[in-house]
């Protein structure tokens, strides 16, 4: 028999729900596969083994009563270090909130819980959640399962890392400039960024964040089948009223023309031989199951990807500077100063014009998905990066931050993005991404069945 955590979500809820299998066994059988695959890879940095347990028994005891457990019935799943849950610090990665224990769930994790999921660790972040691969100096390094010389990307890098290891089914991460979208391409695993307002979330143990991350950082899953991204999309999206911009709109839309735009290189890009071999090779896999495939120019994602950093950096300058000073993490010292130096401070007048810009460059994604339902292009330029190239020189800073211009200008739109990946027959992990209008999470998942490529589970070295 398949152990356990080698089963999808899907997979492993049917069977509990069947009774072929108990959640407990379920649990320790995933907690087993934490304890042998965690060390090398550093995904999973706090550890809740008796809490997994007590809530594995749960769901085995609403099934024995005849109640529905949910539909993650026992789903062993990992939670990122920047989210409150109940009785842990909230980290983010860093040493100055070591201490910041939440004394309630962050509405994601109480979803996750309603569900029946079970939650068996939480995964690392890189200081501030501010980064493309993740490392800090409260909880270490973490590697990529599949690569120990490349990225595990970041911000969320713990996460992909966990369920490209078989660390839990499906991980939760965050995502305000790539932080779902990029991990799962480094990983070779898939991961969605829904819209704003599809997943409710608030960390009741910090302030209200400001503007700019209001419109667009979002929670989204990352696991090794699309199937199991639904799953985990329709459990995290339920209602919550803390969360003012969580919207009821329906996680099924009205039928849409089967088209795509295929873009190799927004902007411009220098889109390396490999990665327009996947793109082209994705196009490809949606024609032959019936989608008319254009290639064509996207609206805009360099200026906007401008204004996200500005609206974002803006905000974070009035209270982040002091709290660099205070953390004093040399990989975050670099990497902010970095940004400083590619988006100055901007004015009042600045802040709201980037505002006002924003409302164009929406309209005018909104009307080309309207012809258009995908939008097929890179997740990066380049192959996933060898660990901490960023780290390098402001050089090759600027390189990571060219290559990833597809994850950094998305955000501001509000849109929803779906990493998936195609091939892992190569040295790194080769994936595209998939842009669609709001609240269509329905037709990305849609067209990434068709295109994903079967993901396997990694050994770590």
């Not at 959640?23 to 008796?50: G, S, T």
């Not at 209200?208 to 089948?225: F, H």
């Not at 089967?258 to 071999?277: H, I, Y």
């Amino acid at each position: 028999m398949t152990e356990p955590w080698r089963l999808t979500a899907s997979d492993i809820a049917s069977r509990i729900r069947a009774r072929d299998l108990s959640a407990e066994e379920v649990a320790r059988d995933a907690l087993a596969r934490l304890e042998a695959a965690n060390p090398p890879i550093n995904a999973v940095v706090q550890f809740m083994p008796e809490e997994a347990l007590a809530a594995a028994r749960a769901v085995d005891a609403a099934i024995a009563r005849g109640e529905d457990p949910g539909p993650l019935a026992g789903v062993p799943v990992t939670t990122k270090v920047n989210v409150d849950q109940r009785g842990h610090a909230t980290t983010n990665g860093l040493r100055i909130q070591k201490d910041l224990v939440a004394e309630a769930d962050n509405p994601v994790v109480s979803n996750l819980r309603k569900a029946g999921a079970v939650i068996i660790g939480r995964t690392n972040t890189p200081a501030f959640s501010l980064h493309w691969f993740t490392r800090n100096s409260l909880h270490g390094h973490t590697r990529n399962p599949r690569n120990p010389a490349l990225t595990p990307g970041g911000s969320s890098g713990g996460a992909a890392a966990a369920v490209a290891a078989g660390i839990g089914a499906i991980g939760h991460g965050t995502d305000i400039g790539g932080s779902v979208r990029y991990p799962a391409y480094a990983c070779g695993i898939h991961g969605l960024r829904p819209t704003i307002g599809r997943i409710p979330a608030w960390n009741p143990s910090l302030p209200d964040r400001a503007i700019g991350a209001q419109l667009m950082a979002v929670s989204g899953p990352l696991a090794r089948s699309v199937a199991d991204l639904r799953l985990a999309l329709h459990a995290m999206a339920a209602p919550d009223a803390r969360d003012p911009w969580w919207t009821p709109a329906p996680l099924e839309g009205p039928a849409f023309p089967r088209r795509a735009a295929l873009c190799v290189r927004p902007e411009g890009m220098n889109t390396l031989p490999e990665v327009e071999a996947a793109l082209r090779a994705a196009a490809r896999r949606l024609q032959d199951a019936g989608w008319t495939v254009a290639e064509t120019p996207i609206p805009p994602l360099r200026e906007p990807a401008r204004l996200q950093a500005m609206l974002w950096l803006a905000e974070s300058r009035r209270g982040l500077n002091r709290a660099l000073a205070a953390e004093n993490d040399a990989d975050a010292n670099f990497v902010f100063a970095q940004m400083e130096r590619l988006c100055p401070a901007p004015d009042l007048d600045a802040f709201t014009d980037a505002l006002q810009a924003r409302m164009g460059y929406a309209r005018e994604w909104n009307l080309f998905l309207e012809r258009y339902p995908v939008a097929l292009m890179p997740v990066s330029a380049e192959p996933p990066f060898p660990d901490l190239l960023d780290l390098e020189s402001p050089e090759a800073f600027d390189r990571v931050v060219e290559a990833l211009l597809p994850q950094l200008g998305l955000p501001l739109m509000s849109l929803p993005g779906l990493t998936v990946t195609t091939d892992l027959s190569g040295p790194a992990p080769l994936g595209v991404q998939l842009v669609g209008g709001r609240y269509r999470e329905d037709v990305l998942l849609a067209a990434g069945e068709i295109i994903a490529a079967p993901v396997d589970v990694a050994e770590p070295a």
